[in-house]
């Protein structure tokens, strides 16, 4: 059974930097489509990236582009969320998604089956 973990959320002050990871048992990671999605507090989650599974094409919502990047790496099972520039409006709960899927991916809640747990990002001063 597929099992995602994240892990790497914490407190970070303005301009800072993040890597979040998305850890998977149960399954390898590179035949998914991963998405990470966030949800701040009093608001519903939104999507921010996904990449589809064997290396295809990321998606990059407008709001977080040019500051959040995907990435994996296969060797370890784990899908990688780099953030920097943070803000405090990215303070929120982070989100990995998973979708038995190669064809390409979607930025979606519906489009995928297996979630993580969550971890915290916390950006202040």
């Known amino acids: 059974q597929l099992r995602l973990v994240e892990s790497g959320g914490g407190l970070v002050q303005p301009g800072g930097s993040l890597r979040l990871s998305c850890v998977g048992s149960?399954?390898?990671?590179?035949?998914?489509?991963i998405g990470w999605f966030r949800q701040a507090p009093g608001k519903e989650r939104e999507g921010l990236l996904c990449?589809?599974?064997?290396?295809?094409?990321?998606l990059t919502v407008d709001s977080v582009k040019g500051r959040f990047t995907v990435s994996r790496d296969n060797a370890k099972n784990t899908v990688y969320l780099q953030m920097s520039s943070l803000e405090p409006a990215d303070t929120a709960d982070y989100y990995c998604?998973?979708?038995?899927?190669?064809?390409?991916?979607?930025?979606?809640?519906?489009?995928?089956?297996?979630w993580g747990q969550g971890t915290q990002v916390t950006v202040s001063s």
């Open positions: 990449i589809s599974g064997r290396d295809g094409p990321t």
């Open positions: 149960g399954f390898t990671l590179d035949y998914l489509t």
């Open positions: 998604a998973a979708r038995h899927s190669v064809d390409g991916c979607a930025i979606s809640q519906s489009y995928y089956h297996h």
